[in-house]
């Protein structure tokens, strides 16, 4: 394996992570006024996925920063044919991070449900958007033969694209309402085991289409199978351990579900990174995406450094906060 393929599996890694660890920070964000009956119980939810939401999108800004650094090409017709999309991406974080910290602030009930509602919407759209986007690299976007996007902004709205979006945000539901199973006790606790068991049944349909759709689309053997078809048999599991009230098995085993969709995806796309619909050969690949081997080489030090370091620091806060909330 050469430099530039390890450095495509790293980034396949960073937004797997990403997903698996923000994406239950998404659900929460999503499901806290529906779960949450009180004012007392919303914020509840909401201090379940304090510590950790802030520190969990480091690994979207790492892994853009990492398309940007090992394959320049793939960050500069990627980012920009999505120009529009990432601002909408940014407002949609924005907004969510604001609202943490501003609901609380004035103690009406308008003002809360202003914030509430903020913290829903942007919990939405981020995964939505991001998942059609990555969606679009497999599906294909019009690229010329000098790497240029093409298309206007409505061509980013493939239909393997938008269907990808919607899994994902499933799967952050899913993910959201098993996580406050493990976090939270009572009646509160209740209604999430009841929303997990709902949402996993309709993340399991959603998985298998998602699963076919991209091993249809795919003409790159049987390398993303294994992944792709773990997630569905994960959801069911994971429906199981929530009636036998195994909360942590539930959780992980929806973590599961979501890191297999999203690194199925990258093992569909490898050897490309942005597939042309234009032309095939237009396509940008591993090899002619990356950068340089020197730079790909001081890049993969600092990230032996680095990568360790991060792991022990999440953990570390994981366990920390690892005690049930209550009202």
Known sequence: MGLPELWFVIIAILWTGFFVLEGFDFGVGMLHRVLGRTGRERRVAINTIGPFWDGNEVWLIVGGAGIFAAFPDWYATWFSASYLAVVLLLVALIARGVSFEFRGKVDRPGWRRLWSGTLTTGSLLAPLVLGIALGDLVA????????????SFWDLFTPFGLWTGVTL????????????????????????????????????????????????????????????????????????AVHRARDGTAFVLSATAMACAVAGLFAALYPQVLVSSTDPANSLTVANAASADYALTVMSVVALVCFPLVLLYQTWSYFVFRHRLST
């Open 140 to 151: 294909g976007l019009p690229i010329d033969a000098d790497g240029e996007f093409t298309g």
């Open 169 to 240: 945000v499933v799967l952050c539901l899913v993910n959201g309402a098993t996580f406050l199973g493990i976090r939270t006790t009572g009646e509160l606790r209740e209604r999430a085991h009841r929303a997990a068991r709902g949402f996993g049944w309709v993340g399991f349909v959603v998985v298998t289409v998602y699963t076919v759709w991209l091993l249809v689309i795919s003409d790159h053997g049987w390398a993303p199978v294994l992944p792709l078809a773990v997630g569905p048999a994960a959801l069911v599991v994971s429906i199981w």
